[in-house]
């Protein structure tokens, strides 16, 4: 027996991407195609057509439904982007709860703008996304969206945002369809080289995979000792877009494709979920591919250090010194704070091969920040309140909140060692002196640390958001990327 092929053989072979949803703008309804007609707080209560013969006791509340004879009533709410998200959410998922609706005509309002077209489609592509790995091939998705415009003249700016909106969420799924894999397949290689594979697909963004010889020959410390306790061996992925003369923006997503915690290991419960610690580098990922599919004129690069963190003889310890890329060395406290030393290496790579103007990590960290901000908020660090600004408002405008953070100088000694030039792990207020580590890497460089350990995953849904990995972050890099090229 061929012990490879029968392996391979019984491989899982995972459903990605998921299909989404097709969305398109027109100034006219299709001829048999159930329509939605939508309902709005105030008066009148009936936006745009079709509302003739509506029974009186229809709700407005955003992402209430309901079928009327062959229309579909919605409810938006007070009409603000994210009710219009949370409408197209819940209509996406009651259109799958009924089954005999592939495709529907949106009749929208006079006064419709971009900021609803984008919390629509964002909502109605996103709100019934579903990853399950099963014997039976995922069936493609035929469902299909009109959105039909009162006024012919504002057809192409709404069609335009339509598309701009749809790159946003399928970056969005695609990074929920990276995080969702299981270990036993999402092992560093295998995230390393699918995204590499994603990427070459499209026109302009290149993609390089490095091996653990080669992190070895350049002394990629941190990654190396982070993925030395596993049998499938660590990986750095770096994709790049050259898009323009513009600023050069570098992303850095933390990879690690399962977190035992190492030796000082998780509890069971819930390691489980661990499947999903590279959210960070997945929101990178999708970020890159969705900046090249919309032809950004600037210069994006991404780099996602890719390792197991496990357990066995080979693996590092606490009280380890670690030498990172570039030099610096770190003191180990804790192997179970893995993150940081492999961001640290990917952080101190780019500052000296790849000469940024500007850099933003991004990873799920630590779970002092679930403490401090839940679970729908992302906390983030910078010294400069410019690109505080910008993380903000890029979040706005794309459905994703985040609250920044302090980077204390009064904890800077807390990060000082004594066998080595840095603590790891050195206590005290965590996503705070994690990020106070990570600035250590930044070479002064405009940075940012995105700390998504709380709204990464999910329980339950909400607004456009399924259980598990939610991709938390891609949309807000996609647009943060795009607020340099205007």
Known sequence: MNTSQTLEDAAVRLPLPTPLAAVEVADSARRGVPRVVLVAAGEPPVLGPGGEGLPEDVSAQAGVTRRVDDRWVLG??????????RAGAALARALGEDGTTPSCDVLLPEDADAEAVRGFVLGAVLGDYRFKVTEQPTPERVRSY??????????????EEARRAHVLASATALNRDLANAPSNVKDPAWLASTAAKLARAVPGLDAVVRDEKWLAARGFGGVLAVGGGSARPPRLLELSWRGGDGPHLVLVGKGITFDTGGISIKPADGMHLMRTDMSGGAAVIAALIAVARRGLPLRVTGLVPCAENHVSGSAYRPGDVVRHFGGTTSEIGNTDAEGR???????????RELAPDLMVDVATLTGAMKVSLGLRTGGFFTGSDELARRVVEAGQRVGEAW???PLLEEHVDDVRGELADLKQAPGGPGAI????????????????HLDIAGPARAE????????????????????????YTR
């Open 146 to 159: 009109r959105l039909v415009v009162s006024d012919p003249g504002y057809t192409e700016v709404l069609a």
């Open 433 to 448: 002196t994690a990020a106070l580590f990570l600035r250590e890497f930044t070479g002064g460089l405009p940075w940012a």
């Open 76 to 85: 938006v709410g007070d009409g603000t982007a994210a009710q219009w998200r």
């Open 460 to 483: 339950k849904p909400y607004d456009e958001v399924a259980p598990g990995a939610t991709g938390f972050a891609a949309r807000t890099l996609v647009e943060l990327a795009e607020t």
């Open 403 to 405: 609250w920044r953070m």
């Open 341 to 351: 030393l492999v961001l640290a290496d990917a952080m101190a790579y780019a500052v």
